[in-house]
């Protein structure tokens, strides 16, 4: 990782000031490189392979680089879940990180096909005297592209029985287009009706390519309507998504501040471009850029700085124009960064 450096300033001049003293971050991936496997070249071009590893000294390292200051009260760990990382070892290492660290809820990697590694790693915790707090799955480990995937190809129900047995928590990267496409509508109602004590993080406000499809999903009443849904910000930077958030009161106590760390490092932020359609802009050159692209945003990418401070600067700014009193703004400023995380993880 290149060092830290606040280009544009967001952090010192307006972040720093405005969050709470103390964060809950709902959203970190740390794993060694052992666990990885060979990264093939043709992977290298998307970005879902920028980072493959980062030890819990590095995450503290960079929590503390990034929202220097302020303190950590809690986090939720999960591995780096691409198809190349061996699930049984990175599953190890979220257990010996919680042996270490009290503040850790470890989440652990599900395999698509078979239920039983990730029921052996939750019981070897177990045995260890820890309860893992939840699961993630992952469609990238189907060997295809999440936009090719099917929610049902990698959330088999003999995950989600013994998910709802055991009350855990799920980190969710939908598949296909999110949460604006009917099939992922349908997978959201089926799960949250037959497994009902599974709660379930929409990791990235559930997902978009465009925010309209998230204004859609918010008109469906699916998530006002399921108690067990919470949302989580990481990577979603335009305002639009938490302006609706807002407007609808019984969510504000299901919105989750996370950083998707190390990959909220990444400098840019994912936008529409109508000539280009879904881009991923960023500051910085990485394996996946393309140079006609970054020449011809040249300006706009001047102003970008981490993904996780652009997240946050679209909630402030939804925030601070939804209108309510000063007690309000502190309340929910204070349950999003913290509070909603720690009523769902304990
Ligand atoms: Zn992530």
Partial sequence: MTPYEDHVRLWADELRAWLPETLFDA???IGLPDAVGPIAPERRASAVTTFTNLSFEELLETHSALYGGKTICGLTAFPFPQREVNSALANDYIIDVMKRDSRVRGFLLAEPADV?????AFEKALKAGLRCRGVKPYADRLGKNNFDA????????D???FMDREELVMMLHTSGQGVG???????????TSRYPRVRIILAHMGRYVRHQQ?????DTGILQECPSLYLEMSSASCPEVYDRVLESDGL?????FGSDLPFGMITGVERWSPTRGAIFLARDDYSWSDPAMNAEFARERASLTYNTYHCIKAFKDALMHAGF????????????FSANALRLLG
């Fill in 150 to 157: 099917t929610m049902a190809e990698f959330l088999p129900d």
């Fill in 181 to 191: 496409a009917a099939d992922v509508q349908d997978a959201l109602r089926r799960m």
């Fill in 27 to 29: 959203h970190v991936h």
């Fill in 214 to 218: 998230f204004l859609d999903f918010m």
């Fill in 252 to 256: 504000h106590s299901r919105l989750l």
């Fill in 159 to 161: 995950l989600l029985t």
């Fill in 116 to 120: 039983h590694p990730v029921i052996a």
């Fill in 325 to 336: 009193d000063a007690g309000k703004t502190e309340r929910i400023k204070e349950d999003v």
